[in-house]
């Protein structure tokens, strides 16, 4: 089984059987140990708190007992808060989910915004329906924004800004 856990200030990832999920998980980003090492230099040498979700300058790891993810922070172009946490989409289309308290919520949108001020946040008819219909034109506009060094609501149409 493999395993994922938040030690002494650091990221560890270990693996005791190859079928474990987390051995899947990290395996989809390549090869096992090149993957697990690319994430224990991103964290190693952080202080980490205590919140389930931490983001390092290449991924972002998820950790509570009853689910876990690991995602590069490349790859994240879409996220939004929701009742109970943060919902992370993917370029790919991929959905993650992080069970939050309100004040880890707030801590996470305010960091996400920090870091990666491009990605497209929050959620409304507009938004979901270009995700859903025009992907590529979405993606088109986060990629700008990343380029040009702005945020997406600088250069997204009205009703695809946060809070629309």
Not at 37 to 54: H, K, N, R, T, Y
Not at 128 to 145: E, K, S, Y
Request: with cysteine; aromatic share 12%; proline share 4%.
């Amino acid at each position: 089984m493999g395993f994922l856990w938040f030690t002494g200030g650091s990221l560890w990832v270990t693996q005791r059987r190859a079928r474990s999920n987390l051995a899947y998980m990290i395996g989809g980003y390549g090869v096992f140990d090149d993957t697990a090492a690319s994430i224990e230099a991103d964290f190693g040498d952080q202080v980490l708190g205590p919140a389930p979700l931490q983001m390092g300058r290449l991924w972002v790891a998820y950790v509570r007992r009853e689910s876990c993810f690991l995602v590069p922070m490349p790859q994240i172009v879409w996220a939004y808060e929701t009742t109970d946490g943060i919902s992370l989409n993917t370029r790919s289309g991929n959905h993650y989910h992080a069970k939050l308290s309100p004040a880890e919520r707030a801590a996470t949108v305010s960091h996400l915004k920090r870091v990666m001020p491009w990605i497209a946040f929050g959620y409304g008819a507009a938004m979901v329906n270009t995700w859903r219909d025009d992907r590529a034109d979405m993606l088109a506009l986060i990629d700008r924004a990343h380029a040009e060094g702005v945020t997406f609501d600088s250069i997204a149409h009205p009703g695809l800004r946060s809070g629309s």
